[in-house]
């Protein structure tokens, strides 16, 4: 599976960007799909994330409130929709899937694939 992320640019505190990550290759398959974002000099934080019905979804306290994930209808594509953006959401965001049941969304360790990030810059 390939996924690729789209979405990023610069905007200022207070303004919403979406962003998109469409896989390709094997999606005929069950993938849950989340979101991750790393700062500069920072680990890898998780974001947000969703099995693959798009029924279940969570998110990291820091943006519960603010961002929303969906999945398209065909399932193949996924969207982190931010708004109330601030400065601390500065950051490269990075999808991933993972095809294995049982498995923690929240733990960047469980996802099998990843795609390129698209960087998110966030001016006060």
């Known amino acids: 599976v390939q996924l690729q992320a789209s979405g990023g640019g610069l905007v200022q505190a207070g303004g919403s960007l979406r962003l998109s990550c469409a896989a390709s290759?094997?999606?005929?398959?069950?993938?849950?799909m989340g979101w991750f974002r790393q700062a500069p000099n920072k680990g890898r934080e998780f974001v947000a994330a969703t099995t693959w019905s798009g029924r279940i979804t969570y998110y990291a306290p820091s943006v519960e409130g603010r961002f929303v994930i969906s999945r398209a209808s065909a399932k193949n594509t996924v969207y982190l929709q931010m708004s109330s953006l601030r400065p601390e959401d500065t950051a490269v965001y990075h999808c991933?899937?993972?095809?294995?049941?049982?498995?923690?969304?929240?733990?960047?360790?469980?996802?099998?694939?990843w795609g390129p990030g698209t960087q998110v810059t966030v001016s006060s």
């Open positions: 290759g094997r999606t005929s398959k069950d993938y849950a």
């Open positions: 991933g899937a993972q095809d294995e049941y049982g498995k923690d969304l929240m733990q960047g360790a469980s996802y099998r694939y």
